[in-house]
């Protein structure tokens, strides 16, 4: 633990305040739960509890043990070495909030240079440094668009192609707000591609429309006629991206969006059971004031020499407390890094070439699936990028354990999420599965098909 | 410092002038001075709404800080200057005249004698 008082320090404090000793600021708290009985095993030396955490984990099963086509929000991308090599230099790992930029050269560059890449890729004019992950990042879009109306635009249309849980994050943000309406993602409004039944409730009340780009399963949609038609209304429409296949699409800048967000995971950074993941939230230069978090800016020293500095940090809470937007603070210092290695390092061809590679993969994944007997592609006439929904006649939990017992993790259950594509499966390939593997799901799934 | 005659002020270094019963509202030649150079100003108020003395009018950014204006009379809003949207340097060059940030229909023109005048607030500000 980390405690910066000296004894000393510790004493002159309670004399300051008038109390005797430390656990007396702590009487307040009932009795019976202020120094409970942890009931925790005897101490272990270092070299046991080494041996006892690898015991632990073994028992988890990661994407090095599974073929994996589960993806649904997070993806298994190959992560160069030189990432985990950098992000582990002292001057990266140990830094914290860059508040004086005479220390924080660096860092601040780092981060400059992350906001210079998000709005590269999303054709926006200004990145802020992070989010806790994509699902909070779109709840900030939903936090701004209501700020910028303030308040007086009650409806929020979110589609129902946009990541469940995402809807979920965004609903938990907003539930102390009565006078919001966060409507559009009901099963009659639906997911036809057209999004037409979402474009008609769109009116001079809609403060925001949020669309995902591709959606969540998959789909490449043109959202130009939704975003006129919001923008007749005078409504902000956010787009949630993923940023591998922004390598390939027109950005969502160019189709007029205000607001780009989304997850930065399938940029560099790992799995890890859900976290730590990376936000990105960008927008056009009219909203460049109501960005929430930090913005970090370059400029020059009193010498003339380039210099970066946090700038423009008009809706944070250590600047303006009761007119910040928004908690979010220390930003995802090391996963911005890992993003801006990763997108650096791939360069634009070959981050080009990792979302072709999962372009081709997926498509010729999904042809070999659909041609056995038994499996169909419900939005077969829809373009996709590297995710895609397969229906299966048989029991969907039964094929998934199965696919499991030989070594593949068949995709993500619609089921639950979507009751409408009950028995459908969401596939994702990417650059990390083979045609081997490919032709070996095909194998088990047609050998099911014959059982 | 400028301190015109014929306003009223308040402590929060707004200055107003009532004519017919409408108010115009704006920052002192104080005020800009000590903000130094403005660089944004963002209004919290539209046309048509109802405001209280009190209320949070804009909040003018400048190089060295960032500060809120907020009315000094209740009233309806008649009119905001989107002109400094575009131009907020307009608050340092002419705050008293083509800096105006906004007109309001005057509810209760009582208010106006709990503001100071011109001589009580150049007196104000020597202070400072």
């Not at chain 1, 509890?49 to 028992?59: N, P, Q, R, V």
């Not at chain 1, 591709?214 to 991206?241: N, S, T």
């Not at chain 1, 603070?329 to 791939?346: F, R």
């Amino acid at each position: 633990m980390f405690t910066p008082h000296t004894k000393a320090d510790v004493e002159a404090m309670l004399r300051t305040i008038g109390v005797g000793k430390v656990e007396d600021l702590f009487n307040v708290v009932p009795e019976k739960n202020r120094f409970p009985d942890l009931n925790l095993p005897q101490p272990l030396t270092e070299m046991e509890a080494a041996a006892e955490l690898d015991s632990i984990a073994s028992a988890n099963a990661t994407t090095r043990d599974f073929i994996c086509f589960l993806g649904a929000g997070a993806y298994n991308h190959y992560i160069p070495a030189a990432i985990d090599n950098l992000l582990q230099r002292g001057e990266f790992y140990t830094a914290y909030t860059p508040y004086q930029p005479e220390i924080s050269q660096g860092t601040l560059q780092s981060i400059f240079e992350f906001q210079s890449l998000i709005s590269l890729l999303t054709g926006m004019d200004v990145s802020n440094a992070s989010h806790y992950d994509g699902a909070t990042a779109a709840a900030e879009a939903v936090i701004l668009a209501n700020n910028h109306f303030r308040g007086k635009r009650t409806k929020v249309l979110l589609s129902r192609a946009v990541n469940p849980q995402y809807r979920e994050v965004i609903r938990g943000y907003m539930q102390a707000n009565d006078a919001l309406h966060i409507v559009g993602d009901d099963p009659e409004t639906g997911i036809e591609p057209d999004m037409k039944r979402l474009i008609d409730q769109i009116d001079l009340n809609t403060s925001l429309v949020m669309v995902q780009y591709p959606d969540f399963f998959g789909r490449i949609i043109d959202y130009k006629p939704l975003i006129e038609a919001a923008h007749a209304q005078g409504a902000l429409v956010a787009v949630v991206v993923n940023p591998t296949a922004l390598a390939l699409l027109t950005p969502p800048g160019e189709l007029g969006a205000d607001i780009v967000v989304g997850e930065g995971q399938p940029l560099g950074i790992p799995l890890s059971y859900g976290g730590p993941y990376l936000g990105f939230f960008a927008v056009k230069n009219a909203l460049l004031r109501k960005i929430s978090g930090r913005l970090v800016g370059e400029t020059v020293d009193t010498q003339g020499e380039l210099a970066y500095v946090l700038t423009l940090t008009a809706r944070e809470q250590h600047i303006r407390r009761e007119k910040a937007s928004s908690n979010i603070c220390s930003n995802q210092g090391l996963m911005t890094l890992a993003a801006t290695i990763y997108m650096t390092l791939l360069g634009k061809t070959g981050f080009q070439e990792v979302a072709n590679l999962c372009y081709q993969n997926a498509h010729y994944t999904a042809s070999a699936v659909e041609a056995i007997p038994g499996f169909s592609l419900p939005f077969r006439n829809t373009p996709y990028f590297h995710e895609f929904v397969v229906r299966a006649d048989q029991d969907l939990p039964e094929l998934l354990s199965h696919l499991e017992d030989h070594g593949i993790l068949g995709g993500y259950d619609l089921s639950d999420a979507y009751p409408e594509l009950k028995g459908c499966l969401l596939m994702a390939v990417t650059e990390m599965i083979s045609r081997g593997d490919i032709d070996y799901l095909t194998e088990v799934l047609s050998e099911v098909q014959h059982a | 410092m400028l301190v015109p005659e014929n306003l009223k002020y308040q402590k929060t270094d707004e200055w107003v002038k009532v004519e017919d019963g409408i108010a115009i509202i704006g920052i002192t030649d104080y005020a800009q001075d000590s903000l130094s150079d403005v660089v944004f100003v963002e209004f919290a108020i539209d046309p048509d709404d109802e405001v209280s003395a009190g209320d949070s009018l804009a909040t003018i950014e400048s190089v060295k800080a960032a500060a809120e204006v907020v009315f000094p009379v209740s009233g309806k809003i008649l009119e905001v200057n989107q002109i400094l949207t575009d131009t907020p340097e307009l608050l340092n060059s002419d705050p008293y005249t083509a800096g105006w940030l906004a007109k309001v229909q005057v509810s209760d023109e009582s208010e106006l004698d709990k503001l100071m005048d011109s001589a009580a607030y150049d007196a104000y500000c020597q202070d400072r």
